[in-house]
């Protein structure tokens, strides 16, 4: 029985990998332009750029370990090839749910629950981290508007309010337990929703601070990186109009459900209309926002992908 399960678990991976080469080759080949990859810029800046790398993962792997220890204590071997797994399944999946798929070949018997719990609590802040920047970039992009950008935001003004008014109640809901119980009458306990913000609730809030804190480092990070490719293409603007366009960039990029490997898409079209001349070519800015995909999605994903290829069976304990 158990050989025939792991040959079903063969079958699977063979036809997962499968489904994911086709899946990016078909991307990448609608959208693939040489001439938009002529650099700007020094070469040092895609050096730098690729270096805070592991530096993000290394971040996300302590936030797995700290987040999983009431599931399973991981080492950071064992936790960093969790991360690795899922950001692979997270590739091809919705919002990159499938993350908690990859995680899950990691989770000990019986925790797969927890495991769950606890990848929506890193979810959350990961989530916040981000609201929190986007609301920043909302309330100060006005003072860089100009003729190129009604367009955008003509359709993104209105709707600040109710962008400000949902990081506002997240802020609440994750670091006041008093606003969590209220929010709990409002779903069965029993549900998907009432489960979770037990869950949540249950949570130390030191905990929670600290999750939250390598959250706004990782965003950090990330945000340094499409600062430098910017410059690497030829971006021509002050910093700070760059990290608010930046934080607009992957609030709209957050909001709207979307499969890792169209993201490639989505947020080439945000940064067409974000970036526009005289601050950079739309060639540019597409070249930075496809390397950045490269860096911090392809590359750990490929990693995953033979991650995922070794496993024995579909848990690894």
Same mark, same amino acid.
């Given at each position: 029985? +158990?050989?025939?399960?792991n040959r079903l678990f063969k079958l699977f991976q063979i036809a997962v990998i499968a489904f994911a080469v086709s899946f990016l080759y078909d991307r990448l080949s609608a959208s693939w332009t040489w001439e938009a990859f002529r650099f700007r810029g020094e070469v040092h800046l895609l050096l730098l750029a690729m270096a805070l790398m592991p530096l993000n993962w290394s971040l996300e792997t302590a936030k797995w370990m *700290? /987040?999983?220890?009431?599931? @399973?204590?991981?080492? %950071? +071997?064992?936790a960093a090839r969790a991360v690795l797994t899922g950001c692979f399944y997270g590739l091809f999946t919705p919002n990159r749910a499938g993350e908690l798929a990859g995680r899950l070949h990691f989770a000990g018997k019986g925790q797969n629950t927890r495991t769950s719990y606890a990848f929506f609590n890193g979810s959350v802040a990961q989530t916040l981290a981000t609201? *929190?920047?986007?609301?920043?970039?909302?309330? &100060?992009? =006005?003072?860089? !508007?100009t003729e190129g950008d009604r367009h955008w935001w003509v359709m993104l003004n209105p709707l600040k309010w109710l962008v400000w008014i949902l990081t506002a109640a997240l802020v609440l809901i994750y670091t006041e337990p008093g606003w969590l119980t209220l929010l709990k009458g409002a779903f069965p =306990?029993?549900? %998907? !929703?009432?489960?979770? *913000? @037990?869950? &949540? @609730?249950?949570?130390?809030?030191?905990? *929670?601070?600290?999750?939250?804190?390598i959250s706004i480092?990782?965003?950090? !990070? %990330?945000?340094i990186q499409f600062f430098l490719l910017? /410059?690497? %293409?030829?971006y021509d603007g002050s910093a700070l109009e760059a990290f608010l366009r930046i934080g607009i960039l992957y609030l709209?990029? +957050? &909001? !709207?459900?979307?499969?890792? &490997?169209?993201? /490639?898409g989505l947020r080439e079209s945000l940064a067409l209309m974000l970036f526009l001349p005289p601050l950079m070519s739309p060639s540019a800015a597409f070249a930075a926002t496809f390397i950045l995909w490269v860096i911090n999605l392809l590359l750990p994903a490929v990693i995953g992908g033979f991650i995922f290829a070794q496993l024995r069976n579909l848990q690894e304990t």
């Open positions: 029985m +158990t050989r025939g399960r *700290l /987040l999983s220890k009431k599931a @399973q204590p991981l080492s %950071f +071997t064992k609201l *929190l920047a986007g609301s920043v970039a909302l309330a &100060l992009i =006005p003072d860089f !508007i =306990p029993s549900g %998907f !929703i009432g489960r979770r *913000l @037990q869950m &949540l @609730q249950e949570s130390k809030r030191s905990s *929670l601070y600290v999750i939250l804190l480092l990782r965003y950090a !990070i %990330f945000s910017l /410059l690497l %293409f030829g709209a990029s +957050t &909001l !709207i459900p979307t499969v890792a &490997l169209a993201e /490639l």
